[in-house]
Every structure is written in structure tokens, then in C-alpha cells.
């Protein structure tokens, strides 16, 4: 990127909420000068790519000009690029071309930023097709985003460049360094700030933190993003009068929310501009519309801020202790001892307290305005009814390990089962010495501490017993669920999109009588660990058959991979693929190396395995190419500063003077005209 005198484009461009004829621009100027108080004009403008006057004036279908201010911490988002004509096409927009401070004489500048490219179609037109990826969950000090990159260079290996991108929610996590993860996980240092973040300030410099990373600004300059929170954006755990992760002394939990959700929007490409007057304008009710075409509508929907009640009631580490107590004087005695006699009975009461707690109907996530505006949307027109939310959404029961070793001898597979044998009989006998079998010789001769055996013998008894021990989830929330499974019952082609788990899941949601709904896909993390790290002496091969063998419904599952979630829409046809990359080393640019660990395709809600694409020997060049030489960078922006100084001698530059209203500027137009402009680089 190119910076001029007052400052650089650092954090690149973005796009995002698309609609038929409209789309958000995004970026960021970073002022030279610390503690800046100027305001800063930026030019947009948006072509169409490939026609033959691509980035002329003649090509140019929107243009327009914003204010960096330092109210909205010098972000910059155009809500309203429109102009866009009907059908389909691929649209090209660039932004950050000559921002001028405003002072009381005239002074002009440039600087550029990269393009940024998306897809657009009217309702009317016939989509064929979409393309696009699913993310959630992306710790920074986890690993690198290797994911965000991977999805744009897979999409285009398989000549289905990305329509869009849907982020699910942990888009940045608010903990501060050395928490989560410790310094011993910690594989990218130097998280910023430092601390929990708290206020605005904070929320703004994680945001931007983020921001930085090179992955995630190559797939923003590429697709337009949708997307809504989960919890972290604001606190761990949170609902709507509070968090897990929030503390008296750290002030009121509303401003905190209040705080974390305006540097959400400020630094993310939502159709939402803060309105720094009216501060309740309640910016987290973000339930919202997608329509592509007639092929699918997407429905966003906010699980967090607005309606959910508590979850702190009961807790996971509540119910485990309680298992634990019951256990307490039968450690010695072997797992299939505990049926029948006062094990079970205990166990079976610790069952119908949880049971009925997680059914209770005054536990809330949606609220009633929300269930009833998706009872409308279920009906629309589009072939597909698809869901962005946060969490799983289909039954996940605790996972029963016994149960899945006997499945697997039932099948055939008598190697496997006397192997997962071994492991749970290993870490159920008397005695020290536990051995950690992560696979057949391999850390065999490394142990497994006496407290995460312990917590294995209760995982154990709660997969026997079929006792719950995730409340933030909807499986915490039931009587909810089942309003949500009959909000969707009238929707043709229902399909839902979770994350929160940080694993992958693909299964079915059902209504109370049993009928299919809808089919419920839930992806691996961008970073953050999965259930694979609490019982990480297991074979990952047990622990996935463990929870489907727990749940009938859950066709397929992984637990042990970070990536992300690949789909193909055609009209009669879902194809999704769960992509898989190693985030334990630093991005390689194009070759991403990810891997397709399965592919599900849905027909009329029917889930069924299917076969990974095979990816076309020669990749469709990239919208946008880094530039791999310092030098040509420093040429390039030896000419844009003689282009201003130019350009500054011969015509008259724009100003912005102070509105009436705060935080906004009036443009004051010369009768010169401004040509957009870019970098000379293809985004087609």
C-alpha cells in the first residue's frame, strides 16, 4: 500500500453486507501524527471488472467521497454505494484515493489502498450458482489466519472465485495476553493490547490489531463479508445484562457492551453507522436479510445481546462436580460397575436436575420478535433458506465412548474396537501409570496426570448416563430450539451455519415430532482449540466416534482440526466441504497447503457424505497480486507523490468544513473533476 502525507491505509479494504444493488465499502486511514484531531476526505469509486474499460471514468458505476474523523477512530465506511446494474457481475472498488486533511488553507495528497472485489445480483435474476466460505472463532495467539487465505486460494483452484465470506462470531477475543491461550500455547506473540480489553479505546486497538494480519486483509479486498457476533467481541459468555468474563471493578457491563459493539461496526464493513447522538439506538439488533437472486435467501441472527437470558445457573463445572461427588467413593471400581445400585440412581438424578433446567421455557436466546420475524422470512421465495448464527444448533449429548466401541465391533472392525478398548480400559484401572495413546505407538510411554483422568472418568459417566454439560450452547436452551425448529418448518431447503465449538459437526435439527427442519453444519475454528485439548490423551478417531455415537443425528464429525467451511449452492444441490489447514506455522502466500478432510451434499433436507472436488492444476490468478519487490513499492510511490504535487499546482483541492451535526463534515465541491483511480493491478 501507498501512503501519502498525513498518513497510510494500513489495515487495507474491505466490503461487505451485500445487497442486490448496493454494497459497504470499508477501510482505514492511519494519521502520521499521533493524537490527531483532523478530518480526512477519502474517494471511493466502484467499476465493473473485465469489461474493456475496466477503472476508467467510462467504466465507473458508483463513485463518492467519506470523512475520516476521529470520532469513529479515523474508520471509513460508505453505506450506500449503489448504481450497480441489474444481472449479474463482478464489481471492482477502490477506495482511499487523495484523503485531505481539512485546515483552514488547501492542501492535497494521495494515498492509495488495495481494491477490493465482490458479486452482486437483482432479485429477479436467475443465480446459477454461489460460492462462499464459513468461518468463526479466530484467536490470535492461537496461530496464524492461514484459514482466511486458504479459502480465497482453494475457491480459486476450483474456478469458483468466493461470492462472499460469513464470519460467525469470535471475530477477536477480548482476553489479554498470556490467559487464553497461555504463554506455553502462545504461537503468535505480541497480542495488543496487552490487558483484557475493556473499553472503546481497547476494543479499537484489538480490532486493529487484527486487522494487520495480511491473511485476513487478502480476503476482504476479495469478497464481501457478512457477518455477526458471538461472545468474545464483547466477553466471554456473555447474554444480555452480563458475561462470565466480566467483573464489578471493570465498571458496568452495559458499557462495556456498548463500548465493544460500536468498535465492532466501526472496524468490520456492516451496514451500520453509530450514531454518536443516540447512543441506545440498540446498534446489536442485527437479525438481517440476504436475498441472492432467487436461488437462496440468508438470514443473520443475533444469539447474544438482545435476548438471551443467563446461562450461569448451572454450568458445566457445577454438574461435573456434582458427577464427580457421586463418583467420589467408586473411583477403583471399573465404568461398567456403575449401572444399577446407588451409582446409577445419583447419576440419573444429577440427569433429571440438568434435564430439567436446559428445558426450562423461560431460557431465552432469540426472544419473541426475533422467532417470529424468522417465521416470516421462512417462506421466501428463494430455493434455499440458509442460516448464519452462532453456535450448534443441532443435540450434541456428552459423548459415549463405551457405546462407540461397541459400535465399531458390531461393524467388523474388531482391530479398532479392542484398541479403543485398551485406551478407555488404560485410563479406568487401578493404580498410577496412566499411558497417553494421542495414537497406536505413539506417546505410549508418556502419562496422563491423575487430574485429567479423573475428569475422563467423569466425561465417562456423563456420556453412560446421558448427561449435558454445555449450557452456553443451544443445547443449554432447549425449549428455544424447539421455537426455532418450528419458526424454520415451513422453509423449502433449510440450511443453518454454526461455529463456537471451535470443531466440526454436520447433522440434523428436528422439530419436536421427530421431522427433519433443516440440516446443521457447524465448522472447525480459524485458531482456537477444540475439545481435542481437554482430552488430548485420546485418539482423535475415538473421540469423533464417541459424540456420533451419542447423537444419532450427527452424521459426521471431526475434533481435531482448525479451518474452515467451503460451499457450492446450485439450485437442486448444497455441496459443502470441510477444509482443514495447519495454523502452527506462518501463511506461505499462495500455496496454502489446506486439506479437505470430507464433503456433505444436502438434496430436499437429506444429508448425505460425498466426495471432496478436485482442484484444477492451474489456479486462476489472484484478484490482486502482492507486489513482491520493495523497490517496485517504493516506485510506485515516488510517482503517486509526484502525481499530488502535480496535481496540487494545476487544479484546486476539495475540503471538508464542520457540519452542524457532530462528527460530520459537508463536502464542498469544486467544479474540477476527480478520475478514480487505482493501482494497475487486476481484480478480476
Known amino acids: 500500500m501507498v501512503g501519502g502525507q498525513y498518513g497510510h491505509f494500513l489495515h487495507g479494504v474491505a466490503s461487505g453486507d451485500p445487497l442486490p444493488n448496493a454494497i459497504v465499502l470499508w477501510t482505514r486511514l492511519t494519521p502520521f501524527r499521533q493524537n490527531a484531531t483532523d478530518a480526512y476526505r477519502v474517494q471511493w469509486a466502484v467499476w465493473e471488472v473485465g469489461s474493456v474499460d475496466e477503472g476508467s471514468p467510462k467504466s465507473t458505476a458508483a463513485k463518492g467521497e467519506a470523512a475520516a474523523v476521529e470520532e469513529n477512530d479515523f474508520t471509513v465506511k460508505e453505506l450506500k454505494v449503489r448504481s450497480v446494474p441489474r444481472g449479474m457481475g463482478r464489481w471492482g472498488g477502490l477506495v482511499g484515493v487523495k484523503p485531505t486533511r481539512w485546515t483552514s488553507g488547501r492542501r492535497c495528497d494521495q494515498a492509495f489502498s488495495m481494491p477490493t472485489a465482490s458479486r452482486v445480483a437483482h432479485p429477479d435474476h436467475p443465480r446459477a450458482r454461489l460460492s462462499y466460505a464459513v468461518f468463526s472463532c479466530a484467536n490470535r495467539g492461537f496461530g496464524s489466519f492461514r484459514a482466511y487465505a486458504a479459502a480465497l486460494e482453494r475457491s480459486r483452484e476450483l474456478r469458483e472465485p468466493l461470492d462472499f465470506w460469513l464470519h460467525l ?227 450434541l449429548m456428552s459423548p459415549n465412548f463405551q457405546a462407540a466401541i461397541d459400535k465399531k465391533r458390531r461393524q467388523g472392525d474388531v482391530a479398532t474396537a479392542e484398541y479403543w478398548d485398551a485406551v478407555v480400559q488404560n485410563l479406568t484401572k487401578r493404580g498410577r501409570g496412566y499411558r497417553n495413546f494421542t495414537g497406536p505407538g505413539v506417546n505410549t510411554e508418556a502419562l496422563v496426570s491423575s487430574s485429567l483422568r479423573n475428569a475422563f472418568l467423569v466425561d465417562l459417566a456423563a456420556g453412560q448416563f446421558q448427561i449435558q454439560l454445555n449450557f452456553d450452547s443451544w443445547t443449554g436452551y432447549v425449549a428455544e430450539r424447539r421455537r426455532l425448529a418450528e419458526a424454520l418448518r415451513a422453509a423449502k431447503g433449510g440450511i443453518i451455519y454454526g461455529g463456537d465449538s471451535h470443531n466440526a459437526w454436520a447433522g440434523t435439527l428436528r422439530a419436536e415430532d421427530g421431522a427433519s427442519v433443516a440440516v446443521d453444519f457447524d465448522g472447525m475454528s480459524v485458531t482456537s482449540p477444540g475439545v481435542e485439548s481437554e482430552r488430548p490423551f485420546l485418539p482423535p478417531s475415538l473421540e469423533a466416534a464417541a459424540w456420533q455415537a451419542a447423537n444419532p443425528d450427527l452424521t459426521w464429525a471431526d475434533t481435531s482440526r482448525r479451518g474452515f467451511m467451503l460451499v457450492k449452492l446450485t439450485p437442486d444441490l448444497h455441496h459443502l466441504e470441510y477444509i482443514a489447514v495447519d495454523v502452527t506455522s506462518p501463511s506461505q502466500g499462495i500455496d496454502e497447503g489446506s486439506t479437505c478432510l470430507a464433503a456433505v451434499d444436502v438434496r430436499d433436507r437429506e444429508l448425505r457424505m460425498s466426495a471432496c472436488r478436485a482442484l484444477v492444476a492451474e489456479p486462476v490468478p489472484e484478484a490482486w497480486p502482492w507486489l513482491p519487490m520493495a523497490s517496485l513499492l517504493a516506485s510506485w510511490a515516488s510517482f503517486c507523490a509526484l502525481g499530488a504535487f502535480l496535481g496540487c499546482l494545476l487544479s484546486r483541492c476539495r475540503i471538508l468544513r464542520p457540519s452542524s451535526r457532530p462528527g460530520l463534515y459537508e463536502k464542498h465541491m469544486d467544479n474540477d473533476e476527480v478520475t478514480p483511480q487505482r493501482m494497475g493491478i487486476d481484480i478480476g
Open 169 to 395: 462470531g469470535d471475530y477477536i477475543y477480548e482476553y489479554g495476553d498470556g490467559y487464553y491461550p497461555k504463554p506455553s500455547e502462545t504461537v503468535v506473540p505480541g497480542l495488543q493490547p496487552r490487558n483484557d480489553v475493556v473499553d472503546l479505546q481497547e476494543y479499537r486497538q484489538r480490532h486493529a490489531h487484527y486487522r494487520l494480519d495480511p491473511d485476513l486483509q487478502r480476503l476482504s479486498a476479495s469478497a464481501p463479508m457478512i457477518s455477526i457476533w458471538d461472545d468474545h467481541e464483547v466477553a466471554n459468555d456473555d447474554f444480555k445484562d452480563g458475561a462470565e468474563n466480566h467483573e464489578e471493578q471493570q465498571g458496568a457491563f452495559e458499557a462495556r457492551k456498548l463500548a465493544a459493539i460500536r468498535a465492532y461496526h466501526e472496524w468490520l464493513p456492516t451496514r451500520v453507522e453509530f450514531d454518536l447522538a443516540n447512543s441506545s439506538a440498540a446498534p446489536w439488533m442485527r437479525w438481517r436479510r440476504f436475498d441472492f437472486g432467487s436461488l437462496a435467501t440468508l438470514l443473520m441472527l443475533e444469539t447474544r445481546l438482545v435476548a438471551r437470558t443467563s446461562q450461569a445457573e448451572v454450568t458445566a463445572q457445577t454438574v461435573r462436580s456434582q458427577i464427580a461427588g457421586v463418583l467420589n467413593g467408586a473411583w477403583a471400581l471399573s465404568p461398567s460397575a456403575w449401572a444399577g445400585g446407588r451409582i446409577e440412581k445419583k447419576l440419573l438424578r444429577v440427569r433429571s436436575e440438568v434435564e430439567a433446567h436446559r428445558n426450562s421455557p423461560n431460557k431465552r436466546m432469540l426472544g419473541d420478535d426475533q422467532l417470529a420475524w424468522i417465521s416470516q422470512q421462512a417462506s421466501s421465495k428463494g430455493q434455499w433458506l440458509l442460516i448464519g448464527q452462532p453456535q450448534v444448533v443441532q443435540e
